[in-house]
């Protein structure tokens, strides 16, 4: 029983008589009435599911898909319709007057008109351009660049028109929803692989630096290197001597007494040589730090 409300479902009986068309590629259409019995229906439907759910049925455009694979699902297309046929066996074949049709007949006709015909022409042709494929190319770059990749996809679509008119042919007898057309936008394209840019070259870096530094004396910026020698008569190779000379004027001042000390000009000489000296040793350490 049902709940109060809702519609009962039918059982699968179907239509007891519809009037069938198959379009035949280059030859024109195979149409008569067709009565199904209970078991044409089971097999329709299953010939209808393994149709819904190929690329065979679906269009192929000119950038997306593979030649190869197409040819292999019409081929195994080939082999599951042989064997539903077998399954079901004389219960889908009955003897009809001329002008009617049967499931036996519509699954003859399709592997004999419709699939066998692209599948002995171009599966040998495919087969022997792949066979001559460089190692280490691409094969859909390969495929595509075949010259007659764009009759072969010719042939497909006029197949695929063909295998659609059985579809729905199919999908009428076993009374179910559509299942090819979905209401739902396909997704979009990938977007074209682009080619791979060129490693990128680096300029080598500028020797580092270091960070400016004021010359204690005249206020120059050190720009770094290795310091100044020392030359012959600088303040710093006259250390000793200056040394000498102010010990010997701290021991003449000693010796004269208080009160008396150097003249003026010896004193004045003395200290500068100290602190040209002590400046020396400070920017001695000021590289090293460098």
């Known amino acids: 029983m049902t709940q109060s409300g809702e519609t009962p479902r039918r059982g699968r009986t179907g239509p007891s008589q519809i009037t069938a068309k198959l379009t035949i590629p280059f030859v024109g259409e195979v149409a008569g009435v067709w009565q199904p019995a209970d078991a044409e229906r089971t097999a329709a439907w299953e010939l209808y599911f393994q149709l819904a ?28 319709t042989r064997g539903i046929l077998h399954k079901h066996g004389p219960a889908v074949a009955p003897p009809v007057p001329e002008g009617r049709l049967t499931f036996g007949v519509l699954a003859m006709v399709t592997l004999n008109r419709v699939l066998r015909p692209v599948l002995t022409v171009w599966h040998p042709r495919l ?41 729905r042919t199919l999908q009428q007898v076993a009374e179910v929803g559509d299942l090819i057309d979905l209401p739902v936008p396909r997704p979009p394209l990938p977007p074209p692989a682009r080619a791979p840019l060129p490693p990128a070259t680096r300029a080598p870096l500028p020797p580092s630096t270091p960070p400016d530094r004021r010359d204690r004396r005249g206020g120059e910026p050190s720009t770094g290197g290795t ?49 040209a000296a002590q400046d020396e040793r400070a920017t001695a350490r000021e590289w090293i730090t460098l």
């Open 227 to 275: 310091p100044p020698p020392l030359t012959r008569g600088s303040a710093a190779s006259r250390r000793g001597a200056g040394r000498s000379r102010c010990g010997d004027a701290r021991l003449d001042a000693r010796r004269v007494g208080a009160g008396r000390w150097l003249p003026t000009a010896r004193r004045t000489r003395c200290r500068v040589e100290a602190n």
């Open 53 to 80: 759910s190929r690329i065979a049925v679906v269009p192929l455009e000119r950038d997306e898909g593979v030649l190869r694979e197409a040819l292999t699902s019409l081929y195994s297309l080939y082999d599951v």
């Open 127 to 167: 087969a022997a351009y792949e066979a001559v494929r460089p190692a280490g190319t691409d094969p859909v770059s390969y495929e595509r660049a075949w010259p007659e990749a764009d009759e072969l996809r010719r042939q497909l679509d006029v197949t695929r028109q063909a295998l659609r008119s059985l579809a």
